[in-house]
């Protein structure tokens, strides 16, 4: 695979420069880091150790000394600032050098969607760092050929964290996953071969993660949260309002079917959770209230469980195209297509009522950073489905240029790209209401992905004038 500018060295120490000067205006104007009440759930299961799979138990973990260190959020945000930007700059840095670097981090460390939620303590944040810590540091491997295998295994630990930070984040990992496997398999493979090879690998390592994950997290939680639960009873509720006729719901007693027509809309799963219609509908009125779902009655009983999966599955295989309409909707919903327009969150700067000890705050909209975003927040450039176009068509043209050149860019635009739009077939069939931050590390990597083969192209262009100049110019002088 050919690696531009290898010969020559890329400038590391730059990168390395651009991140920390970048994280530490981050941190100066969101500190100590906003909190909503998931932040404040894994904080306190981090000063507890009474951990809980309904979030990520390994985030916990992670916050757990940084808090006996400084009690708060501030060095998560420190952390996960650096994580964010060190994996980006790393990434453009193995594959430019100067302007271009410099050029291609500035504009995807300021892009407006990426910097209103990036002082979150998130574990959509998180997973998004260690996802570009993970490509970082397997295509910085091509630099420096000594560290190579030492490289890759840090790579490979950062695609376990990845996938261990939210329960949806295996589709993602997968793209991530096949490019550091096909960097890895570099010069033992010819190029056809490798990169099936590489597809396939990094769907393996991706399930193998997931599956250790998974062991890990059972063996370390006080409390299953059975998250898959709540998305069944919202499916079962979808199928049920998107049916003309009556659906046998009864394993969702004593919530009736016309409770489920009450509260159910695309736009989340909160209305059925709490038992009324938080959100307005066309007039502005909210609809009634009504019986919510039985969450915590799934949670405990085994048997009921049992039951809600077979009435579940059935009812899919029943009404496929009820189930079908209800999950476009709410990935409509998501992506920000009409009618739900309004993503939740795409500008978050408070900190949230808590017995914490961390201090809450209100929305800050008086700074011109914050004032800057929420008058954006409503413009297109903040709108999910656009950059799903973008990452589908830039996912098929990398695919043919990575596939003609064999260039290193290509290849990581490629995995970029990709992993944005599985992110997304994940999210269609198990988000539960249209946040904005579910739709977070699609945004970053289709425009890191863009970023790169907008590069590309642009030297690749002044390469090609250079050399017809040259060619010209021995012509002349014959």
Same mark, same amino acid.
Request: with cysteine; glycine share 6%.
């Given at each position: 695979?050919?690696?531009?500018?290898? $010969?020559?060295?890329? $400038?590391?120490?730059?990168?390395?420069?651009?991140?920390?000067?970048?994280?530490?205006?981050?941190?100066?104007?969101?500190?100590?880091?906003?909190?909503?009440?998931?932040?404040?759930?894994?904080?306190?299961?981090?000063?507890?150790?009474?951990?809980?799979?309904?979030?990520?138990?390994?985030?916990?973990?992670?916050?757990?000394?940084?808090?006996?260190?400084?009690?708060?959020?501030?060095?998560?945000?420190?952390?996960?600032?650096?994580?964010?930007?060190?994996?980006?700059?790393?990434?453009?840095?193995?594959?430019?050098?100067?302007?271009?670097?410099?050029?291609?981090?500035?504009?995807?460390?300021?892009?407006?969607?990426?910097?209103?939620?990036?002082?979150?303590?998130?574990?959509?944040?998180?997973?998004?760092?260690?996802?570009?810590?993970?490509?970082?540091?397997?295509?910085?491997?091509?630099?420096?050929?000594?560290?190579?295998?030492?490289?890759?295994?840090?790579?490979?630990?950062?695609?376990?964290?990845?996938?261990?930070?939210?329960?949806?984040?295996?589709?993602?990992?997968?793209?991530?996953?096949?490019?550091?496997?096909?960097?890895?398999?570099?010069?033992?493979?010819?190029?056809?071969?490798?990169?099936?090879?590489?597809?396939?690998?990094?769907?393996?390592?991706?399930?193998?993660?997931?599956?250790?994950?998974?062991?890990?997290?059972?063996?370390?939680?006080?409390?299953?949260?059975?998250?898959?639960?709540?998305?069944?009873?919202?499916?079962?509720?979808?199928?049920?309002?998107?049916?003309?006729?009556?659906?046998?719901?009864?394993?969702?007693?004593?919530?009736?079917?016309?409770?489920?027509?009450?509260?159910?809309?695309?736009?989340?799963?909160?209305?059925?959770?709490?038992?009324?219609?938080?959100?307005?509908?066309?007039?502005?009125?909210?609809?009634?209230?009504?019986?919510?779902?039985?969450?915590?009655?799934?949670?405990?009983?085994?048997?009921?469980?049992?039951?809600?999966?077979?009435?579940?599955?059935?009812?899919?295989?029943?009404?496929?195209?009820?189930?079908?309409?209800?999950?476009?909707?709410?990935?409509? $919903?998501?992506?920000?297509?009409?009618?739900?327009?309004?993503?939740?969150?795409?500008?978050?700067?408070?900190?949230?009522?808590?017995?914490?000890?961390?201090?809450?705050?209100? $929305?800050?909209?008086?700074?011109?950073?914050?004032?800057?975003?929420?008058?954006?927040?409503?413009?297109?450039?903040?709108?999910?489905?656009?950059?799903?176009?973008?990452?589908?068509?830039?996912?098929?043209?990398?695919?043919?240029?990575?596939?003609?050149?064999?260039?290193?860019?290509?290849?990581?635009?490629?995995?970029?790209?990709?992993?944005?739009?599985?992110?997304?077939?994940?999210?269609?069939?198990?988000?539960?209401?249209?946040?904005?931050?579910?739709?977070?590390?699609?945004?970053?990597?289709?425009?890191?992905?863009?970023?790169?083969?907008?590069?590309?192209?642009?030297?690749?262009?002044?390469?090609?004038?250079?050399?017809?100049?040259?060619?010209?110019?021995?012509?002349?002088?014959?």
């Amino acid at each position: 695979m050919t690696a531009q500018g290898f $010969s020559e060295g890329t $400038s590391f120490t730059a990168a390395a420069g651009l991140s920390l000067v970048w994280s530490v205006l981050m941190l100066f104007i969101w500190y100590p880091g906003s909190m909503s009440t998931d932040s404040i759930e894994i904080l306190r299961q981090a000063r507890t150790g009474d951990l809980s799979d309904a979030w990520s138990p390994y985030l916990a973990l992670l916050w757990a000394p940084l808090d006996k260190v400084s009690p708060g959020p501030q060095l998560m945000l420190l952390l996960q600032l650096l994580l964010y930007s060190l994996g980006a700059a790393l990434t453009l840095a193995s594959l430019f050098r100067g302007a271009a670097l410099a050029l291609g981090f500035l504009i995807f460390s300021f892009w407006p969607p990426l910097l209103g939620i990036i002082g979150v303590i998130w574990s959509d944040i998180f997973m998004a760092g260690f996802l570009l810590m993970a490509l970082g540091t397997a295509t910085a491997s091509y630099q420096h050929a000594q560290r190579r295998t030492l490289l890759l295994a840090i790579s490979f630990l950062f695609l376990f964290l990845a996938i261990s930070m939210r329960h949806n984040a295996g589709a993602a990992v997968v793209p991530i996953a096949a490019a550091v496997v096909f960097m890895a398999l570099e010069g033992r493979l010819r190029f056809v071969a490798r990169f099936f090879v590489s597809v396939f690998g990094g769907a393996a390592v991706a399930v193998c993660l997931l599956a250790l994950a998974s062991i890990v997290s059972s063996q370390i939680v006080e409390k299953r949260a059975h998250l898959w639960t709540v998305i069944a009873q919202y499916d079962i509720a979808g199928i049920a309002a998107a049916s003309t006729g009556d659906v046998d719901i009864s394993v969702l007693a004593p919530q009736t079917l016309e409770d489920v027509r009450t509260l159910y809309t695309p736009r989340s799963l909160v209305p059925l959770m709490v038992g009324r219609q938080v959100h307005e509908d066309e007039g502005g009125r909210p609809s009634k209230s009504a019986t919510p779902f039985q969450y915590d009655h799934f949670q405990e009983n085994p048997s009921a469980r049992t039951a809600l999966a077979e009435t579940w599955m059935q009812l899919v295989a029943e009404f496929p195209w009820e189930y079908l309409a209800h999950r476009s909707a709410v990935f409509a $919903s998501l992506v920000g297509l009409p009618p739900f327009e309004m993503l939740w969150g795409p500008v978050f700067s408070r900190i949230d009522e808590n017995d914490l000890g961390v201090q809450s705050r209100p $929305s800050d909209h008086e700074t011109f950073y914050f004032e800057t975003l929420n008058e954006l927040a409503a413009a297109d450039i903040f709108k999910p489905y656009y950059y799903l176009m973008a990452s589908v068509v830039g996912l098929i043209v990398s695919v043919a240029f990575f596939a003609a050149t064999n260039r290193l860019t290509f290849a990581v635009a490629t995995a970029l790209f990709g992993s944005g739009c599985l992110h997304m077939v994940g999210l269609f069939f198990a988000t539960g209401s249209a946040d904005f931050r579910y739709s977070h590390w699609m945004i970053a990597a289709t425009v890191l992905a863009s970023l790169i083969v907008l590069i590309e192209l642009i030297e690749f262009a002044g390469r090609l004038a250079a050399s017809r100049l040259e060619t010209l110019a021995k012509g002349a002088q014959e």
